[in-house]
């Protein structure tokens, strides 16, 4: 069974850090591109940021700059580290899965509120 485990969301003032977390099981971690997407009330998810297995990065314009994505596969874990929040960086943030051009699998997603 697969299972995406996202950890690591919360409350923060603007201009604060958080480091959300995904840990993957069931797959095999190290061949599956790893990304992270966002969902604000009322707009649909966008991607904030994906790692191909090759460690290769790519970045939303939004994030580019204040994030970083990085991976441990002997952890089966990605990461997103976000600096520099700010208010509309408030989602649900989501860890997806993919070995294609498509998601396979997501994870149940993780709070992040940016607010003072």
């Known amino acids: 069974q697969v299972q995406l485990v996202e950890s690591g969301g919360g409350f923060v003032q603007p201009g604060g850090s958080l480091r959300l977390s995904c840990v993957a099981s069931g797959i095999v971690f190290s061949a599956n591109a790893m990304g992270w997407h966002r969902q604000a009330p009322g707009k649909q998810r966008e991607l904030v940021a994906v790692i191909t297995n090759n460690g290769r990065t790519t970045y939303a314009e939004s994030a580019r700059g204040r994030f970083t994505i990085s991976r441990d596969n002997a952890k089966n874990t990605v990461y997103l580290q976000m600096n520099s929040l700010k208010p509309e960086d408030t989602a649900v943030y989501y860890c997806?899965?993919?070995?294609?051009?498509?998601?396979?699998?997501w994870g149940q997603g993780t709070q992040v509120i940016v607010s003072s």
């Open positions: 997806g899965a993919r070995r294609g051009v498509m998601y396979d699998y």
